[in-house]
Protein backbone atom coordinates (compact mmCIF):
# COMPACT_ATOMS: atom_id res chain seq x y z
CA UNK A 1 0.00 0.00 0.00
CA UNK A 2 1.28 3.43 -0.79
CA UNK A 3 2.21 5.45 2.17
CA UNK A 4 -0.36 8.88 1.62
CA UNK A 5 -1.18 11.63 3.83
CA UNK A 6 -4.32 13.05 4.09
CA UNK A 7 -5.97 15.74 4.20
CA UNK A 8 -9.26 16.99 4.84
CA UNK A 9 -11.31 20.12 3.83
CA UNK A 10 -13.86 21.25 6.39
CA UNK A 11 -16.95 21.93 4.27
CA UNK A 12 -20.93 22.40 5.58
CA UNK A 13 -22.78 19.72 2.42
CA UNK A 14 -24.00 16.68 4.17
CA UNK A 15 -23.27 13.48 2.32
CA UNK A 16 -25.72 13.86 -0.98
CA UNK A 17 -28.92 10.75 -0.12
CA UNK A 18 -28.52 8.27 -2.50
CA UNK A 19 -32.29 8.65 -4.00
CA UNK A 20 -33.62 5.78 -6.37
CA UNK A 21 -35.37 7.44 -9.84
CA UNK A 22 -38.69 6.39 -8.65
CA UNK A 23 -38.63 6.53 -5.02
CA UNK A 24 -38.22 9.38 -2.51
CA UNK A 25 -35.02 8.65 0.37
CA UNK A 26 -38.49 7.49 3.32
CA UNK A 27 -39.90 5.20 0.46
CA UNK A 28 -37.39 3.41 -0.38
CA UNK A 29 -35.33 3.33 3.04
CA UNK A 30 -38.78 1.33 4.12
CA UNK A 31 -38.73 -1.05 0.99
CA UNK A 32 -35.16 -1.66 2.24
CA UNK A 33 -35.73 -1.91 5.65
CA UNK A 34 -38.28 -5.30 4.89
CA UNK A 35 -35.81 -6.75 2.86
CA UNK A 36 -33.60 -6.65 5.56
CA UNK A 37 -35.84 -7.67 7.61
CA UNK A 38 -36.60 -10.72 5.41
CA UNK A 39 -32.90 -11.24 5.29
CA UNK A 40 -31.97 -11.20 8.88
CA UNK A 41 -35.33 -13.44 9.67
CA UNK A 42 -33.77 -15.99 7.46
CA UNK A 43 -30.26 -15.89 9.38
CA UNK A 44 -31.80 -16.39 12.62
CA UNK A 45 -33.85 -19.55 11.46
CA UNK A 46 -30.83 -20.50 9.99
CA UNK A 47 -28.45 -20.23 12.56
CA UNK A 48 -31.19 -21.61 15.25
CA UNK A 49 -31.29 -24.47 12.94
CA UNK A 50 -27.30 -24.95 12.85
CA UNK A 51 -26.85 -24.76 16.80
CA UNK A 52 -29.85 -27.49 17.46
CA UNK A 53 -27.68 -29.81 14.71
CA UNK A 54 -24.46 -29.14 16.69
CA UNK A 55 -26.29 -29.56 19.86
CA UNK A 56 -28.00 -33.13 18.80
CA UNK A 57 -24.75 -34.30 17.23
CA UNK A 58 -22.12 -33.57 20.26
CA UNK A 59 -23.79 -32.55 23.21
CA UNK A 60 -26.57 -34.96 23.70
CA UNK A 61 -25.51 -37.36 20.51
CA UNK A 62 -21.55 -37.77 21.71
CA UNK A 63 -22.01 -36.73 25.49
CA UNK A 64 -25.74 -38.30 26.25
CA UNK A 65 -26.70 -35.10 28.19
CA UNK A 66 -30.23 -33.96 26.50
CA UNK A 67 -31.21 -30.58 28.19
CA UNK A 68 -35.08 -29.67 29.52
CA UNK A 69 -36.87 -27.76 26.49
CA UNK A 70 -38.04 -24.50 27.27
CA UNK A 71 -41.69 -23.13 25.82
CA UNK A 72 -44.62 -24.66 25.73
CA UNK A 73 -43.34 -28.00 24.40
CA UNK A 74 -43.37 -30.63 27.29
CA UNK A 75 -40.88 -30.74 29.66
CA UNK A 76 -39.34 -33.63 30.44
CA UNK A 77 -38.44 -34.76 34.38
CA UNK A 78 -35.32 -33.18 36.03
CA UNK A 79 -32.17 -35.31 34.53
CA UNK A 80 -30.17 -36.58 37.38
CA UNK A 81 -26.51 -35.59 36.93
CA UNK A 82 -25.10 -38.77 37.11
CA UNK A 83 -25.51 -40.20 33.87
CA UNK A 84 -23.67 -42.57 32.46
CA UNK A 85 -22.07 -40.61 29.67
CA UNK A 86 -20.91 -37.29 31.18
CA UNK A 87 -16.93 -38.39 30.97
CA UNK A 88 -17.33 -37.36 27.86
CA UNK A 89 -18.64 -33.67 28.65
CA UNK A 90 -15.10 -32.02 28.53
CA UNK A 91 -14.24 -33.98 25.38
CA UNK A 92 -17.25 -32.42 23.76
CA UNK A 93 -16.80 -28.89 25.27
CA UNK A 94 -13.33 -28.74 24.48
CA UNK A 95 -13.65 -30.49 20.68
CA UNK A 96 -16.61 -27.51 19.96
CA UNK A 97 -14.77 -24.93 21.05
CA UNK A 98 -10.86 -25.69 19.34
CA UNK A 99 -12.90 -26.45 15.92
CA UNK A 100 -14.77 -23.11 16.63
CA UNK A 101 -11.56 -21.85 18.14
CA UNK A 102 -9.56 -22.56 14.80
CA UNK A 103 -12.39 -21.41 12.55
CA UNK A 104 -12.70 -17.99 14.04
CA UNK A 105 -8.62 -17.20 14.41
CA UNK A 106 -7.85 -18.84 11.30
CA UNK A 107 -10.43 -16.95 8.91
CA UNK A 108 -12.97 -14.36 11.02
CA UNK A 109 -10.43 -13.16 14.17
CA UNK A 110 -13.30 -10.08 14.55
CA UNK A 111 -15.83 -12.64 14.68
CA UNK A 112 -13.95 -13.99 18.44
CA UNK A 113 -16.21 -13.26 21.64
CA UNK A 114 -19.81 -11.85 21.68
CA UNK A 115 -21.22 -10.90 18.52
CA UNK A 116 -22.86 -7.95 19.87
CA UNK A 117 -19.96 -5.93 20.72
CA UNK A 118 -18.49 -6.31 17.15
CA UNK A 119 -21.99 -5.18 15.63
CA UNK A 120 -22.05 -1.72 18.32
CA UNK A 121 -17.77 -0.86 16.83
CA UNK A 122 -19.30 -1.54 12.96
CA UNK A 123 -21.61 1.39 13.66
CA UNK A 124 -20.08 3.78 15.96
CA UNK A 125 -16.60 3.15 14.12
CA UNK A 126 -17.72 2.48 10.71
CA UNK A 127 -16.05 -0.85 10.12
CA UNK A 128 -16.32 -2.84 6.82
CA UNK A 129 -17.45 -6.45 7.38
CA UNK A 130 -15.69 -9.02 5.11
CA UNK A 131 -18.10 -11.38 3.13
CA UNK A 132 -17.27 -14.25 4.91
CA UNK A 133 -17.57 -13.49 8.46
CA UNK A 134 -20.84 -13.71 9.19
CA UNK A 135 -21.10 -17.38 7.88
CA UNK A 136 -17.52 -18.12 10.04
CA UNK A 137 -19.40 -16.52 12.89
CA UNK A 138 -22.51 -18.98 12.68
CA UNK A 139 -20.78 -22.16 12.30
CA UNK A 140 -18.02 -21.43 15.03
CA UNK A 141 -20.94 -19.93 17.53
CA UNK A 142 -23.43 -23.14 16.63
CA UNK A 143 -20.41 -25.78 17.35
CA UNK A 144 -19.21 -23.65 20.96
CA UNK A 145 -23.16 -23.79 21.85
CA UNK A 146 -23.94 -26.73 21.04
CA UNK A 147 -20.89 -28.50 22.06
CA UNK A 148 -22.14 -26.92 25.56
CA UNK A 149 -20.39 -23.84 25.69
CA UNK A 150 -22.13 -20.92 28.55
CA UNK A 151 -23.12 -18.94 25.71
CA UNK A 152 -26.51 -17.26 24.00
CA UNK A 153 -27.36 -16.86 20.47
CA UNK A 154 -28.08 -13.55 20.80
CA UNK A 155 -24.97 -12.23 19.90
CA UNK A 156 -24.31 -14.43 17.09
CA UNK A 157 -27.42 -13.28 15.77
CA UNK A 158 -26.52 -9.82 16.09
CA UNK A 159 -23.70 -9.89 14.60
CA UNK A 160 -24.45 -12.32 11.62
CA UNK A 161 -27.84 -10.36 10.82
CA UNK A 162 -25.65 -6.83 10.89
CA UNK A 163 -22.74 -8.21 8.90
CA UNK A 164 -25.24 -9.84 6.12
CA UNK A 165 -26.96 -6.21 6.30
CA UNK A 166 -23.22 -4.48 5.90
CA UNK A 167 -22.65 -6.66 2.92
CA UNK A 168 -26.00 -5.54 1.57
CA UNK A 169 -25.59 -1.67 2.17
CA UNK A 170 -22.57 -1.99 0.60
CA UNK A 171 -23.67 -4.20 -2.46
CA UNK A 172 -26.48 -1.45 -2.73
CA UNK A 173 -23.67 1.33 -2.08
CA UNK A 174 -25.27 3.07 0.43
CA UNK A 175 -23.32 5.29 2.96
CA UNK A 176 -23.92 7.56 5.93
CA UNK A 177 -26.71 7.04 7.84
CA UNK A 178 -28.70 5.70 5.96
CA UNK A 179 -26.13 2.88 5.84
CA UNK A 180 -25.66 2.68 9.57
CA UNK A 181 -30.08 2.29 10.38
CA UNK A 182 -30.23 -0.43 7.72
CA UNK A 183 -27.45 -2.33 9.83
CA UNK A 184 -29.58 -1.58 13.18
CA UNK A 185 -32.64 -2.95 11.36
CA UNK A 186 -30.33 -6.22 10.22
CA UNK A 187 -29.53 -6.65 13.97
CA UNK A 188 -32.75 -6.29 15.22
CA UNK A 189 -34.23 -8.12 12.73
CA UNK A 190 -32.35 -10.95 13.86
CA UNK A 191 -32.90 -10.88 17.24
CA UNK A 192 -36.35 -10.52 16.87
CA UNK A 193 -36.83 -13.80 14.76
CA UNK A 194 -34.84 -15.31 17.16
CA UNK A 195 -36.57 -14.50 20.65
CA UNK A 196 -39.73 -13.74 19.16
CA UNK A 197 -39.82 -9.97 20.34
CA UNK A 198 -39.69 -7.61 17.92
CA UNK A 199 -40.52 -4.63 19.83
CA UNK A 200 -38.48 -5.13 22.40
CA UNK A 201 -35.70 -5.89 19.59
CA UNK A 202 -36.29 -2.95 17.75
CA UNK A 203 -35.93 -1.04 20.71
CA UNK A 204 -33.07 -3.04 21.73
CA UNK A 205 -30.94 -1.77 18.58
CA UNK A 206 -31.66 1.93 19.36
CA UNK A 207 -30.45 1.78 23.01
CA UNK A 208 -27.59 -0.38 23.11
CA UNK A 209 -25.63 1.80 21.61
CA UNK A 210 -25.42 3.92 24.13
CA UNK A 211 -24.45 3.47 27.86
CA UNK A 212 -26.83 5.99 29.56
CA UNK A 213 -30.13 6.62 28.66
CA UNK A 214 -29.66 7.73 25.29
CA UNK A 215 -31.76 6.47 22.14
CA UNK A 216 -30.68 6.50 18.13
CA UNK A 217 -34.28 7.73 17.93
CA UNK A 218 -34.41 8.39 14.10
CA UNK A 219 -33.52 5.11 13.50
CA UNK A 220 -36.41 3.70 15.90
CA UNK A 221 -39.40 3.59 13.18
CA UNK A 222 -37.50 1.55 10.43
CA UNK A 223 -35.62 -0.98 13.60
CA UNK A 224 -39.52 -1.37 14.27
CA UNK A 225 -40.20 -2.53 10.14
CA UNK A 226 -37.59 -4.89 10.06
CA UNK A 227 -38.48 -6.90 13.59
CA UNK A 228 -41.72 -7.10 12.46
CA UNK A 229 -40.91 -8.64 9.38
CA UNK A 230 -38.37 -10.77 10.58
CA UNK A 231 -40.98 -11.84 13.11
CA UNK A 232 -43.47 -12.50 10.59
CA UNK A 233 -40.71 -14.72 8.50
CA UNK A 234 -40.24 -16.85 11.47
CA UNK A 235 -43.53 -17.20 12.41
CA UNK A 236 -44.38 -18.61 8.72
CA UNK A 237 -41.50 -21.39 9.70
CA UNK A 238 -42.41 -22.05 13.12
CA UNK A 239 -45.02 -21.25 15.56
CA UNK A 240 -45.09 -18.15 17.46
CA UNK A 241 -44.95 -19.59 20.95
CA UNK A 242 -43.19 -18.15 23.53
CA UNK A 243 -39.33 -18.95 24.53
CA UNK A 244 -40.93 -19.66 28.07
CA UNK A 245 -44.33 -20.53 29.43
CA UNK A 246 -46.33 -18.69 31.90
CA UNK A 247 -49.12 -19.80 33.79
CA UNK A 248 -52.16 -17.96 32.32
CA UNK A 249 -52.87 -14.28 33.88
CA UNK A 250 -49.91 -14.53 35.70
CA UNK A 251 -49.61 -11.23 37.69
CA UNK A 252 -47.78 -10.07 40.67
CA UNK A 253 -50.02 -9.74 42.82
CA UNK A 254 -51.21 -5.93 44.43
CA UNK A 255 -49.48 -2.50 45.07
CA UNK A 256 -48.00 -3.74 48.37
CA UNK A 257 -45.62 -6.56 46.45
CA UNK A 258 -43.44 -3.64 44.66
CA UNK A 259 -41.19 -3.52 47.46
CA UNK A 260 -40.10 -7.08 46.98
CA UNK A 261 -39.81 -5.82 43.35
CA UNK A 262 -37.93 -2.87 44.28
CA UNK A 263 -35.42 -5.27 46.18
CA UNK A 264 -35.08 -7.51 43.44
CA UNK A 265 -34.13 -4.46 40.95
CA UNK A 266 -31.59 -3.93 43.80
CA UNK A 267 -30.39 -7.48 44.36
CA UNK A 268 -29.84 -7.47 40.16
CA UNK A 269 -27.64 -4.04 39.82
CA UNK A 270 -25.01 -5.18 41.77
CA UNK A 271 -25.03 -8.64 40.35
CA UNK A 272 -25.04 -6.59 37.02
CA UNK A 273 -22.10 -4.40 38.40
CA UNK A 274 -20.22 -7.82 39.13
CA UNK A 275 -20.42 -9.83 35.70
CA UNK A 276 -18.38 -6.87 33.23
CA UNK A 277 -15.54 -7.37 35.53
CA UNK A 278 -15.75 -10.73 35.78
CA UNK A 279 -16.42 -11.76 31.94
CA UNK A 280 -13.46 -8.52 30.47
CA UNK A 281 -10.79 -9.95 33.82
CA UNK A 282 -11.09 -13.52 32.58
CA UNK A 283 -10.95 -12.33 28.73
CA UNK A 284 -7.63 -10.61 29.70
CA UNK A 285 -6.38 -13.43 31.91
CA UNK A 286 -6.79 -15.45 28.61
CA UNK A 287 -5.12 -12.54 26.32
CA UNK A 288 -2.20 -12.96 28.62
CA UNK A 289 -1.27 -16.40 28.54
CA UNK A 290 1.60 -17.56 26.36
CA UNK A 291 -0.35 -20.27 24.41
CA UNK A 292 -1.55 -19.86 20.70
CA UNK A 293 -5.06 -18.10 20.73
CA UNK A 294 -6.49 -21.06 18.67
CA UNK A 295 -6.33 -22.83 21.72
CA UNK A 296 -7.29 -20.20 24.36
CA UNK A 297 -10.93 -21.26 23.71
CA UNK A 298 -10.10 -25.05 24.32
CA UNK A 299 -9.11 -24.50 27.41
CA UNK A 300 -11.78 -22.59 28.59
CA UNK A 301 -14.17 -25.40 26.47
CA UNK A 302 -12.12 -28.05 28.95
CA UNK A 303 -12.39 -26.53 32.12
CA UNK A 304 -16.47 -25.50 31.63
CA UNK A 305 -16.57 -29.19 31.17
CA UNK A 306 -14.55 -30.32 34.00
CA UNK A 307 -17.09 -27.92 35.90
CA UNK A 308 -20.05 -30.20 34.04
CA UNK A 309 -18.62 -33.51 35.38
CA UNK A 310 -20.67 -32.41 38.81
CA UNK A 311 -23.18 -30.22 37.98
CA UNK A 312 -24.26 -30.30 33.63
CA UNK A 313 -26.82 -27.87 34.81
CA UNK A 314 -24.70 -24.82 33.83
CA UNK A 315 -24.16 -26.58 30.00
CA UNK A 316 -25.60 -24.07 27.50
CA UNK A 317 -28.20 -21.48 27.30
CA UNK A 318 -30.04 -22.79 31.02
CA UNK A 319 -33.44 -21.97 28.89
CA UNK A 320 -34.86 -25.50 30.08
CA UNK A 321 -33.78 -24.75 33.43
CA UNK A 322 -35.38 -21.73 33.91
CA UNK A 323 -38.84 -23.61 32.28
CA UNK A 324 -37.88 -25.89 35.36
CA UNK A 325 -37.54 -23.44 37.99
CA UNK A 326 -40.83 -21.53 36.57
CA UNK A 327 -42.76 -24.87 37.03
CA UNK A 328 -41.51 -25.35 41.09
CA UNK A 329 -39.31 -28.43 39.92
CA UNK A 330 -35.97 -27.23 41.35
CA UNK A 331 -34.55 -27.03 44.58
CA UNK A 332 -33.48 -24.17 46.26
CA UNK A 333 -29.80 -25.80 46.99
CA UNK A 334 -29.68 -26.21 42.88
CA UNK A 335 -30.99 -22.47 41.99
CA UNK A 336 -28.18 -21.47 44.46
CA UNK A 337 -25.40 -23.21 43.10
CA UNK A 338 -26.09 -22.43 39.39
CA UNK A 339 -26.21 -18.89 40.60
CA UNK A 340 -22.32 -19.15 41.75
CA UNK A 341 -21.58 -21.23 38.82
CA UNK A 342 -23.19 -19.45 35.72
CA UNK A 343 -21.30 -16.36 35.58
CA UNK A 344 -17.84 -17.90 35.85
CA UNK A 345 -19.28 -20.50 33.04
CA UNK A 346 -19.73 -17.75 30.90
CA UNK A 347 -16.74 -15.55 31.34
CA UNK A 348 -14.62 -19.18 30.46
CA UNK A 349 -16.43 -19.75 27.32
CA UNK A 350 -16.84 -16.41 25.71
CA UNK A 351 -13.86 -14.55 27.48
CA UNK A 352 -10.92 -16.73 26.34
CA UNK A 353 -12.30 -16.91 22.75
CA UNK A 354 -15.19 -18.68 22.15
CA UNK A 355 -18.26 -17.34 19.71
CA UNK A 356 -21.61 -16.92 21.54
CA UNK A 357 -23.36 -14.65 23.22
CA UNK A 358 -23.91 -13.08 26.58
CA UNK A 359 -27.65 -12.33 26.85
CA UNK A 360 -28.83 -15.99 27.36
CA UNK A 361 -26.39 -16.49 30.53
CA UNK A 362 -27.31 -13.24 31.70
CA UNK A 363 -30.96 -13.37 31.68
CA UNK A 364 -30.77 -17.10 32.79
CA UNK A 365 -28.83 -15.89 36.38
CA UNK A 366 -31.77 -13.29 36.68
CA UNK A 367 -34.30 -15.95 36.82
CA UNK A 368 -32.66 -18.39 38.88
CA UNK A 369 -32.10 -14.53 41.33
CA UNK A 370 -35.68 -14.29 41.14
CA UNK A 371 -36.30 -17.73 41.99
CA UNK A 372 -33.92 -17.80 44.89
CA UNK A 373 -35.58 -15.25 46.12
CA UNK A 374 -38.87 -16.33 45.71
CA UNK A 375 -38.17 -19.62 47.24
CA UNK A 376 -36.02 -18.06 50.23
CA UNK A 377 -37.03 -15.13 51.07
CA UNK A 378 -40.99 -15.72 50.01
CA UNK A 379 -42.81 -15.86 53.18
CA UNK A 380 -41.16 -12.53 54.55
CA UNK A 381 -41.49 -10.30 51.54
CA UNK A 382 -43.80 -8.30 51.38
CA UNK A 383 -47.13 -8.89 49.72
CA UNK A 384 -45.66 -12.07 48.61
CA UNK A 385 -45.23 -12.32 44.80
CA UNK A 386 -45.60 -15.04 43.24
CA UNK A 387 -41.97 -16.99 42.57
CA UNK A 388 -42.64 -17.48 38.74
CA UNK A 389 -42.85 -12.98 38.55
CA UNK A 390 -40.26 -12.69 40.74
CA UNK A 391 -38.22 -14.99 38.21
CA UNK A 392 -39.68 -12.81 34.93
CA UNK A 393 -38.66 -9.48 36.48
CA UNK A 394 -35.31 -10.81 37.65
CA UNK A 395 -34.67 -12.04 33.63
CA UNK A 396 -35.03 -8.70 32.99
CA UNK A 397 -33.19 -6.37 35.67
CA UNK A 398 -30.22 -8.70 35.33
CA UNK A 399 -29.64 -7.66 32.35
CA UNK A 400 -30.83 -4.17 31.87
CA UNK A 401 -27.97 -3.52 34.77
CA UNK A 402 -25.29 -5.39 32.88
CA UNK A 403 -26.07 -4.08 29.56
CA UNK A 404 -27.80 -0.64 30.44
CA UNK A 405 -30.62 -1.16 28.26
CA UNK A 406 -33.65 -0.60 31.02
CA UNK A 407 -36.32 0.15 28.68
CA UNK A 408 -35.88 -2.25 25.64
CA UNK A 409 -34.63 -5.28 28.23
CA UNK A 410 -38.98 -4.65 29.91
CA UNK A 411 -40.37 -5.09 26.76
CA UNK A 412 -38.25 -8.00 25.38
CA UNK A 413 -38.93 -10.26 28.41
CA UNK A 414 -42.27 -9.76 28.34
CA UNK A 415 -42.88 -10.59 24.95
CA UNK A 416 -40.50 -13.79 25.03
CA UNK A 417 -42.79 -14.97 27.76
CA UNK A 418 -46.05 -13.28 27.29
CA UNK A 419 -46.17 -11.90 30.74
CA UNK A 420 -47.82 -8.79 29.97
CA UNK A 421 -49.19 -8.38 33.57
CA UNK A 422 -45.83 -7.54 34.97
CA UNK A 423 -44.69 -4.56 33.52
CA UNK A 424 -45.05 -2.40 36.32
CA UNK A 425 -43.13 -4.26 38.74
CA UNK A 426 -40.61 -5.01 35.56
CA UNK A 427 -40.59 -1.29 34.88
CA UNK A 428 -39.66 -0.25 38.64
CA UNK A 429 -36.95 -3.55 39.13
CA UNK A 430 -34.47 -2.35 35.72
CA UNK A 431 -34.80 1.74 36.45
CA UNK A 432 -33.68 0.80 40.11
CA UNK A 433 -30.64 -2.02 38.52
CA UNK A 434 -30.16 0.63 35.77
CA UNK A 435 -29.33 2.90 38.72
CA UNK A 436 -27.36 0.91 41.10
CA UNK A 437 -25.29 -1.00 38.50
CA UNK A 438 -24.74 2.83 37.19
CA UNK A 439 -23.26 4.10 40.78
CA UNK A 440 -21.29 0.99 41.73
CA UNK A 441 -19.72 1.18 38.20
CA UNK A 442 -18.79 4.70 38.00
CA UNK A 443 -15.25 4.25 37.86
CA UNK A 444 -14.94 0.91 37.22
CA UNK A 445 -12.48 -0.28 34.50
CA UNK A 446 -15.28 -2.37 32.53
CA UNK A 447 -18.43 -0.74 33.64
CA UNK A 448 -20.87 -2.77 30.89
CA UNK A 449 -21.05 -6.10 29.75
CA UNK A 450 -20.58 -4.30 25.63
CA UNK A 451 -17.30 -2.79 25.39
CA UNK A 452 -17.66 -0.79 22.30
CA UNK A 453 -21.09 1.35 24.11
CA UNK A 454 -20.18 4.86 24.30
CA UNK A 455 -21.99 6.96 27.09
CA UNK A 456 -23.36 9.83 24.71
CA UNK A 457 -24.03 10.41 20.69
CA UNK A 458 -21.49 13.17 21.11
CA UNK A 459 -18.96 10.51 22.11
CA UNK A 460 -19.64 8.22 18.86
CA UNK A 461 -17.60 9.00 15.56
CA UNK A 462 -20.49 8.10 13.96
CA UNK A 463 -21.91 11.60 14.88
CA UNK A 464 -19.06 14.09 15.80
CA UNK A 465 -18.93 15.08 12.28
CA UNK A 466 -22.55 16.54 12.44
CA UNK A 467 -21.75 18.05 15.75
CA UNK A 468 -18.61 19.72 14.33
CA UNK A 469 -20.71 21.55 11.71
CA UNK A 470 -24.10 22.53 14.09
CA UNK A 471 -21.13 23.89 16.39
CA UNK A 472 -19.73 25.74 13.28
CA UNK A 473 -22.98 26.94 11.66
CA UNK A 474 -23.45 27.99 15.66
CA UNK A 475 -20.29 30.25 15.83
CA UNK A 476 -20.44 32.01 12.33
CA UNK A 477 -24.72 32.65 13.77
CA UNK A 478 -23.14 34.46 16.71
CA UNK A 479 -25.52 31.73 19.03
CA UNK A 480 -21.93 30.86 20.18
CA UNK A 481 -19.33 32.19 21.42
CA UNK A 482 -16.00 30.76 20.20
CA UNK A 483 -14.24 31.56 23.67
CA UNK A 484 -16.61 28.65 25.15
CA UNK A 485 -14.92 26.45 22.53
CA UNK A 486 -11.53 25.35 24.30
CA UNK A 487 -8.60 24.38 22.14
CA UNK A 488 -8.73 20.96 22.89
CA UNK A 489 -12.20 20.54 22.49
CA UNK A 490 -12.42 22.60 19.11
CA UNK A 491 -9.22 19.67 17.51
CA UNK A 492 -10.72 17.13 19.02
CA UNK A 493 -14.04 17.53 17.36
CA UNK A 494 -12.29 18.44 14.04
CA UNK A 495 -9.73 15.66 14.31
CA UNK A 496 -13.45 13.24 13.70
CA UNK A 497 -15.29 15.92 11.90
CA UNK A 498 -16.48 15.79 7.97
CA UNK A 499 -15.35 18.66 5.43
CA UNK A 500 -16.32 21.85 6.79
CA UNK A 501 -15.45 25.86 5.63
CA UNK A 502 -15.06 28.45 7.85
CA UNK A 503 -17.85 31.27 6.36
CA UNK A 504 -18.14 32.88 2.71
CA UNK A 505 -15.01 32.85 0.94
CA UNK A 506 -13.25 32.33 4.18
CA UNK A 507 -10.38 30.11 4.74
CA UNK A 508 -10.48 26.70 5.47
CA UNK A 509 -9.75 24.58 8.30
CA UNK A 510 -7.87 21.71 7.54
CA UNK A 511 -6.92 18.13 8.84
CA UNK A 512 -3.84 16.73 7.86
CA UNK A 513 -1.99 12.96 8.49
CA UNK A 514 0.87 12.65 8.75
CA UNK A 515 1.26 8.86 7.29
CA UNK A 516 4.74 7.16 7.38
CA UNK A 517 6.86 7.48 4.01
CA UNK A 518 5.25 11.65 3.88
CA UNK A 519 6.83 14.15 2.40
CA UNK A 520 6.32 16.04 5.95
CA UNK A 521 7.49 13.50 8.21
CA UNK A 522 10.35 13.78 10.25
CA UNK A 523 10.29 17.66 9.41
CA UNK A 524 9.74 20.66 11.56
CA UNK A 525 6.73 23.16 11.53
CA UNK A 526 8.62 25.79 10.21
CA UNK A 527 10.25 23.83 7.08
CA UNK A 528 6.43 22.50 6.39
CA UNK A 529 3.59 24.80 7.00
CA UNK A 530 6.07 27.82 8.14
CA UNK A 531 7.17 27.94 4.97
CA UNK A 532 3.78 27.58 2.98
CA UNK A 533 2.27 31.93 2.69
CA UNK A 534 -1.29 31.71 3.57
CA UNK A 535 -1.27 28.86 5.90
CA UNK A 536 -1.11 28.86 9.76
CA UNK A 537 -0.46 25.94 12.14
CA UNK A 538 -3.24 25.05 15.08
CA UNK A 539 -2.13 21.81 16.87
CA UNK A 540 -0.54 18.68 16.82
CA UNK A 541 -2.46 15.21 17.69
CA UNK A 542 -0.07 12.53 18.81
CA UNK A 543 -1.61 10.20 19.91
CA UNK A 544 -3.68 11.07 23.23
CA UNK A 545 -1.81 14.48 23.44
CA UNK A 546 -2.32 17.77 21.86
CA UNK A 547 0.85 19.81 21.51
CA UNK A 548 1.32 23.37 20.36
CA UNK A 549 2.90 23.60 17.24
CA UNK A 550 6.29 25.76 17.53
CA UNK A 551 8.59 25.96 14.54
CA UNK A 552 10.82 23.85 15.92
CA UNK A 553 8.33 21.24 16.52
CA UNK A 554 8.99 18.19 14.33
CA UNK A 555 5.92 15.97 12.69
CA UNK A 556 6.48 12.24 12.96
CA UNK A 557 4.46 9.61 11.44
CA UNK A 558 0.89 9.12 12.62
CA UNK A 559 0.81 13.00 13.68
CA UNK A 560 -2.23 14.61 13.01
CA UNK A 561 -1.80 18.09 11.42
CA UNK A 562 -4.52 20.97 12.41
CA UNK A 563 -4.10 23.89 10.38
CA UNK A 564 -5.91 27.28 8.43
CA UNK A 565 -5.48 28.01 5.22
CA UNK A 566 -6.45 30.20 2.58
CA UNK A 567 -8.03 28.63 -0.75
CA UNK A 568 -4.81 29.28 -2.40
CA UNK A 569 -2.58 27.83 0.25
CA UNK A 570 -4.83 24.89 0.15
CA UNK A 571 -3.84 24.10 -3.28
CA UNK A 572 -0.09 24.32 -2.61
CA UNK A 573 -0.59 21.66 0.09
CA UNK A 574 -2.52 19.61 -2.66
CA UNK A 575 0.34 19.64 -4.80
CA UNK A 576 2.71 18.84 -1.48
CA UNK A 577 1.12 15.35 -0.53
CA UNK A 578 -1.28 13.07 -1.50
CA UNK A 579 -4.65 13.95 -0.56
CA UNK A 580 -7.66 12.15 -0.03
CA UNK A 581 -10.84 13.01 1.68
CA UNK A 582 -11.39 12.20 5.12
CA UNK A 583 -14.54 9.07 5.41
CA UNK A 584 -17.44 10.39 7.16
CA UNK A 585 -18.38 9.33 10.09
Keep these: MANRATVSVLMFQQDPPQVGPLFGPTSRLVLLCVLVG ?31 DSGTSPTPAPIIPLFPQRWWLPVVTTLGALVGGWLVFRWAPEAEGHGTDAALATYHHGRSVRAHVPFIKAIASALTIGSGGVAGREGPTAQISAGLGSLLTRRLKLRGQERRI ?19 MAIFAVEILYSGMVFEGEA ?4 VISAVTAFAV ?22 SALPAFALLGVVAGLLGAVLPGLFYRTRDLFARLPLPRTLKPAIGGLLVGLVALAEPRILGTGYGWVQLALEHRVALGTLVLLLLLKGPMMSLTIGSGGAGGVFAPTIVLGAILGAAVGE ?30 PISTLIMVVEMTRGYGLIVPAMLANVLAFLVQSAVTVHARYPTLYENQVPTREESPAHRGVFVRRAIQMMEEGALDPRDLTLPRLVHLLSYGKPVRLGQ ?24 IGTREGTTAVAVLRADDLLIPRGPTELLSGDQLIALATPEAYEGLLGAVTVSPQAAG
Design 182 to 200: LMLCAMAAGLSAMFQAPLG
Design 38 to 68: VVGGLAAVAFEFLVDLAQHLLLEGVAGYHPP
Design 234 to 255: RSLIFDAEPLFALPPDLTYGSA
Design 376 to 405: GLGPWLPGAPPTDALMVVGMAAVFAGAART
Design 505 to 528: GGGLLVSLEIAEGSPFAGRTVADT
Design 220 to 223: LIYT
